[in-house]
T-cell receptor
Framework: KQEVTQIPAALSVPEGENLVLNCSFT??????LQWFRQDPGKGLTSLLL?????REQTSGRLNASLDKSSGRSTLYIAASQPGDSATYLC????????????FGPGTRLSVLP | DVKVTQSSRYLVKRTGEKVFLECVQD?????MFWYRQDPGLGLRLIYF???????EKGDIPEGYSVSREKKERFSLILESASTNQTSMYLC?????????????FGQGTRLTVV
């Protein structure tokens, strides 16, 4: 059964720093992985979907990578801003049918002005 | 842009009431999901649907049922609400193409059962 973990659980950085959030999954036979952002009391906002064939995906200051062999994905945030403060979650497919997914517990990020 | 809309942001219901949570998506997605999110437990799948009138149980279906009469609408039903169903409920949808596509979420419904 797919299990997803994220480290660190929480992170506090000064504005302007570059940072890396980590996601690990147990079943490496995945074909994609998705990163989300969640603001307090709100729903999830999709950030990036990486297909296994892509290995990397970029959107603005965000870059996500996927290494199936090591069971890891990283989300890189460049030049962090206070508006980036949120919880970041990754989600991997639950099984080979591809329609359901398993979430990590999230990393709570605070960017201090 | 894909839009997933949940009918209520906040709900307060009494123990024993029948509760309906509605979710509508506007992108003709085949798959729709209901999750609940609790501190320390993360997101847990309650039910998902891969077509009209089709449903699959998720990890925690007890105490819940679902209805999907139209492709764009997926309803979560609490037959007899209990205090342990106080939670944030999240609906999601995704297109059923290939081996997985981007999932989109609604804004969430914070349900309090008193």
């Amino acid at each position: 059964k797919q299990e997803v973990t994220q480290i660190p659980a929480a992170l506090s950085v000064p504005e302007g720093e570059n940072l890396v959030l980590n996601c690990s999954f147990t079943d490496s036979a995945i074909y994609n992985l998705q990163w989300f952002r969640q603001d307090p009391g709100k729903g999830l906002t999709s950030l990036l979907l990486i297909q296994s064939s892509q290995r990397e995906q970029t959107s603005g200051r965000l870059n996500a990578s996927l290494d199936k062999s090591s069971g890891r994905s990283t989300l890189y945030i460049a030049a962090s801003q206070p508006g980036d403060s949120a919880t970041y979650l990754c989600a991997a497919p639950a099984d080979n049918y591809g329609q359901n997914f398993v979430f990590g517990p999230g990393t709570r990020l605070s960017v201090l002005p | 842009d894909v839009k997933v809309t949940q009918s209520s942001r906040y709900l307060v219901k009494r123990t024993g009431e029948k509760v309906f949570l509605e979710c509508v998506q506007d992108m003709d997605h085949e798959n729709m999901f209901w999750y609940r999110q609790d501190p320390g437990l993360g997101l847990r799948l309650i039910y998902f649907s891969y077509d009209v009138k089709m449903k699959e149980k998720g990890d925690i279906p007890e105490g819940y049922s679902v209805s999907r009469e139209k492709k764009e609408r997926f309803s979560l039903i609490l037959e007899s609400a209990s205090t342990n169903q106080t939670s944030m409920y999240l609906c999601a949808s995704r297109e059923q193409v290939g081996l997985g596509t981007e999932a989109f979420f609604g804004q969430g419904t914070r349900l309090t059962v008193v």
